[in-house]
């Protein structure tokens, strides 16, 4: 017999938890039921969807053959406010009453899509790039700019400097006043370009520190300790090809000689792209391993930069040669530009796009992972 | 009498040895029609039915690498986009007469005919497993990768499909590097939320 619809509703409810748990596998429902036990579950689940649909409709009809349902026409009543109160009350009931029976219809929908839900279950979600990662590497952009800025002058004045010593050819002439003076302002640009370096290069360093260190722990924790070899394949496998290859915005320059500036603004401009994307996880995954690999490197290599710059500040000071410009100056003045300003732009995608000719025949055998 | 009696024993006696040495023979000698040929055509249909016929006989199931490799010579010699389906129900068959297992078979498949790597570990987390034997599948997915260049390049004449598996083994080794140098690194400072 048809109990009211409050008592079928809950019934519902009680059974599309078990079914609901046992869908998702909760061990413990399955281990503590037989198979004969979930299969009646199962129908029992299917007559209470009846019993509501059924129960809500007749109260519907009901409903509206008294006047009484939230979605009858209302109708103006003279009440005092006691009856006004428990009207008011009574209208907020009936309009509670309303998601109950809807409930009762969508159940099987609900019911449905948790199933496809826990059969399709999707790839786990990494998140590779929180705010703090996406700011740090906003911050090492902006860093990098300041001092390749403060730096462009001096290393320009610099290099017109040697230029003029080269074509007044003091090599080897370095008694003519008119070559000692040169080298002498060559050598006082030479010690403002490596104490504007030495200290400016503390904060890149520790702006690209703290890039690293939070890239790497979100690769850690998210790729490292959460998924297995396979499970990377599968995250770079979850764009469809077109995105994947053809897309010119995929290439990323490895071990380019971009100035510093600029490319930790298009690692920047990378992390907003591959977030934008809806569902690109590969695209976050390698633009994520390339930031951290090449700031990796961009580290050691401030740190060796820094190292020389100490090393030439002692041997200048102990030489006491402010006036002698020594090849090694050069090639620091070099070795900087290289590092920080770019030279000899050279672009080295990693990933070679596709031949554009088609295969005729896509055959998908039974075997294929 | 004597001299007859000698002789029916020497006839029956010369009798019994030789159908002993005949029975024996039956179980010494060996039998030359039971030897598992590899096929020896240049087309690979009239290849793959040799293989059945050969791998019928149970003595012949352990010699299906020998079989399969002559197979993919024989494909790569008569190249064509359908080898692939070939070689899959050619797997199938396999695996339905108990030559082989599912794993095996797919495994097959999978090394030359998709895009995809089977040579990655599955059980265990990077940083727990597949760190730790880093090198030894760097290795393993290039050597996977010529697998693939033989199926997907020379058999089947997939550009495009080999191109992905050229691609997505640079990601992965990519991803891989990434990752494991993350894993060996000692959190020097806080986590970052």
Known sequence: ?369 | MAHQSLFSALRHSGTLVAALWIAGCQFLAPDTTTECALPRTTNINQALAQTRNELERSECHLHFDAYFERLLETAAGDPGPKHSEYFSEFLLWANAQDIITRRNAQEYYNRYFNTKFVSLPDEYSNCAYTCRIQEEIVQQMKEELLQKDRGLLKITGNNRAYAEANSLHDSILLLLEATCTACAAAPSSPPSP
């Open chain 1, 1 to 369: 017999m048809l109990k009211n619809l409050d008592e079928e509703t809950l019934l519902l409810f009680r059974n599309l938890n078990f079914v609901g748990k046992l869908i998702n596998h909760e061990g413990e429902e399955i281990r503590n039921h037989s198979p004969r036990e979930i299969f009646f579950a199962c129908g029992n689940l299917l007559i209470n969807w009846l019993a509501v649909s059924l129960l809500a409709l007749l109260s519907i009809l009901k409903g509206r053959k008294n006047n009484t349902h939230p979605w009858a026409n209302c109708k103006e009543v003279t009440l005092n406010s006691k009856h006004i109160l428990t009207y008011r009350i009574s209208k907020l009931l009936e309009i509670l009453a309303f998601p109950r029976w809807t409930l009762g219809l969508l159940a099987p929908l609900l019911l449905a899509w948790s199933g496809t839900a826990a059969a399709g279950a999707p790839p786990p979600t990494i998140r590779l790039f929180p705010t703090t990662v996406v700011e740090n590497v906003k911050e090492s952009s902006q860093v990098a700019k300041d001092m390749e800025t403060s730096l462009q002058d001096v290393i320009a004045q610099l290099e017109q400097q040697w230029d003029l010593y080269q074509e007044s050819k003091c090599e080897g002439n370095e008694g003519d006043g008119g070559c000692a003076h040169i080298a002498q302002q060559m050598g006082d640009k030479y010690l403002e370009m490596l104490s504007l370096m030495d200290e400016q290069l503390p904060r890149i360093e520790h702006s690209v520190q703290a890039t690293v260190d939070s890239l790497e722990n979100r690769l850690r924790q998210e790729l490292g300790q959460k998924l297995t070899a396979r499970d990377l394949q599968e995250i770079l496998l979850e764009a469809p090809p077109q995105s994947q290859l053809s897309s010119p915005k995929r290439t990323v320059h490895r071990r380019s000689s971009h100035r510093l500036s600029e490319r930790f603004r298009q690692y920047y401009q990378l992390v907003l792209q591959a977030g934008a994307q809806a569902g690109a996880s590969d695209s976050v995954a390698l633009a994520a391993a390339d930031i951290y690999l090449d700031s990796t490197e961009v580290l050691g290599l401030l740190r060796l930069t820094q190292n020389e710059i100490n090393r030439a500040q002692l041997m200048i000071e102990l030489r006491n040669q402010f006036g002698a410009v020594t090849p090694e100056m050069h090639e620091v003045v070099t070795g900087v530009k290289k590092i920080l300003l770019g030279e000899n732009e050279i672009s080295t995608p990693y990933e070679a796009s596709p031949p554009t000719t088609a295969f005729p025949e896509e055959y998908r055998s039974p075997l294929e992972f």
